[in-house]
């Protein structure tokens, strides 16, 4: 649906439309109503269409027209979010303090954190956040874990990627909106703040980070695939140590 | 908003609210409105709202007062599938052949896959998946790996999580519905397939499954971990291998 219409003119058109439909053995219909249509939405939904999905420019509607169940597909089901464990050389994390959310005059030093965008890689996402939040340029190394959660945003499931970076750079410049304070403290300090001994995510933060710089844990790292039935790159998240190993004993 | 109101009475109401709410200095506004008030929905974006987000039952709209840029945040970006690889002691996989999708009259034969549910863990969906597409019980053991994928649905991005399970049961019993054909089948049979040497997912499956059997493949497994802000028990998925190595080594 593109160009306006009066309700009525559109109420006709419809029940022809799902009349035909049913002769010709068709089973879901959708709709998709720009956000400047929004004088049709009643009329379709008195016609027995419900609501699949919107973003801020349409909604989408759908009707099942058969008596079986719908086998529509489910709308998107969960929000995807990064933090970032930026290390280096002297022992030193990145932490900030934020001017909004949870954390909000807490005095607690967390690590950068962010959403990853519709289309956005969850790799570039931690990078991206990091450079906005502080303003240091990183190079992504791993992805150590990551943690899924129920109900926290209108009923939706959160998965949060837990990604380690090497600095590239050192002079932080934070960003003055969302950000109270940023700088580098030794992990020790990072580890000890009371509010990390008491909440099991940041305690496995730490020793996921010391396992990573003393020792030899291996997370999931990006490889780039191709898909034959689209042109687009996506990524594959594995654990490529051991991949790799494997596949070199396999040629020996 | 529950109760049934006039449209004109609504638009009152709601220019009412708007006035105090900007003196107050509040800046964004939130509307649910239940599918049985859609007759209000065309009021609301004339007013300047516009479509959040909206479910089968509902529809959220929003609106900014201040003049500054929105800090609304963005509605579920992915939505989350499994893959599971069956793996038996014969050196077996449980493979399906699907009646609709990308993969139907193809004759190839494939693991069995699904849509992660809103508020489900993703080991429970590999598990389930596997139980209703064939019959088969099975023990979770790790996440091997996962892809991230973009514009795969109405503009969202997809996650699929490629999960490793033994079985714990063996006489397959496949969905009429769905399913069109299940077995277990040598692993090199199925690794051999054309059609798993075209696709670059197909071989990695078959690499990742020989490095995790044969081999010394760490993936992800889920710990429970509960949050000091609610009282639900999450995820988080991390190489619990590794993990563990280095918490001994700590010790001694």
């Known amino acids: 649906m593109k160009e306006p219409v009066e309700p009525d003119i559109f109420l006709a058109m419809l029940r022809a439309s799902i009349s035909l439909w049913r002769q010709q053995g068709k089973r879901g219909v959708w709709i998709k109503l720009p956000i400047k249509l929004v004088n049709l939405v009643e009329t379709a939904v008195k016609e027995g269409f419900w609501y699949h999905h919107a973003e801020p420019s349409y909604l989408m509607l759908v009707y099942w027209i058969p008596e079986t169940a719908s086998t529509i597909p489910a709308n998107a089901s969960h929000r995807?979010?990064?933090?970032?464990?930026?290390?280096?050389?002297?022992?030193?994390?990145?932490?900030?303090?934020e001017k909004s959310g949870r954390f909000r005059g807490t005095g607690v030093w967390k690590i950068p954190?962010?959403?990853v965008d519709e289309g956005e890689d969850v790799f570039m996402a931690a990078v991206r956040e990091v450079k906005e939040e502080t303003g240091i340029d990183t190079d992504f190394q791993e992805i150590l874990a990551f943690r899924q959660s129920h109900k926290s945003f209108f009923g939706k499931s959160d998965l949060f990627f837990l990604c380690f970076l090497r600095p590239l750079s050192f002079d932080i410049q934070k960003q003055e909106l969302e950000i109270e304070a940023a700088q580098w403290i030794p992990f020790e300090e990072y580890a000890a703040q009371p509010f990390a001994q008491k909440h099991e995510l940041f305690k496995y933060i730490a020793?996921?980070?010391?396992?990573?710089?003393?020792?030899?844990?291996?997370?999931?790292?990006?490889?780039?695939?191709?898909?034959?039935?689209?042109?687009?790159?996506?990524?594959?998240?594995?654990?490529?140590?051991?991949l790799k190993q494997s596949s070199s004993a396999d040629r020996h």
């Open 80 to 97: 995807v979010g990064v933090g970032a464990i930026v290390f280096n050389d002297k022992r030193e994390v990145l932490v900030v303090q």
């Open 207 to 242: 020793d996921l980070c010391l396992a990573k710089v003393d020792r030899t844990y291996a997370g999931f790292s990006p490889l780039p695939i191709t898909s034959i039935f689209s042109d687009q790159i996506s990524y594959l998240y594995s654990n490529v140590r051991d």
């Open 113 to 115: 954190t962010g959403v």
